[in-house]
């Protein structure tokens, strides 16, 4: 196991034979305070890394005979993907130093009111 920590949500059950959804995040690089040329430039290098990234999480996880979908991969907002697997390969992942964070892939929605009546008009 790595020396770093990676942090999942704990509604994830790592024991369970579930195929479950997840999103990973990988660690990013903020780009602040850099002039528009040396952003570009980050921006590709950032690209570049991302594609490293998922190339060598793929690699691992076929080489270990994991089946596995990436739902879909994020570059902008968010720096990462989210895949399907189940849920007792998740460990495979976390030896990967530019994973961050893994989470439930869930739906979530935002009220239409607030449930609390001390916030309503």
Do not use: W
């Not at 850099?34 to 080489?63: F, V, Y």
């Amino acid at each position: 196991m790595a020396n770093h920590s990676v942090y999942i949500d704990p509604s994830i059950d790592l024991t369970s034979h579930a195929t479950i959804e997840i999103i990973i995040q990988f660690r990013s690089r903020f780009l602040h305070n850099h002039t528009n040329a040396e952003k570009e430039e980050r921006i590709k290098e950032s690209k570049k890394r991302h594609g490293a990234i998922t190339d060598a999480i793929q690699t691992r996880l076929i080489e270990s005979d994991i089946p596995y979908t990436i739902q879909h991969i994020y570059k902008n907002a968010f720096y990462g993907l989210s895949m399907k697997i189940c849920a007792i390969h998740i460990n495979h992942l976390l030896t990967f130093m530019e994973i961050e964070a893994i989470y439930l892939n869930k739906e979530m929605k935002i009220p239409t009111q607030p449930s609390d009546p001390s916030y309503q008009l």
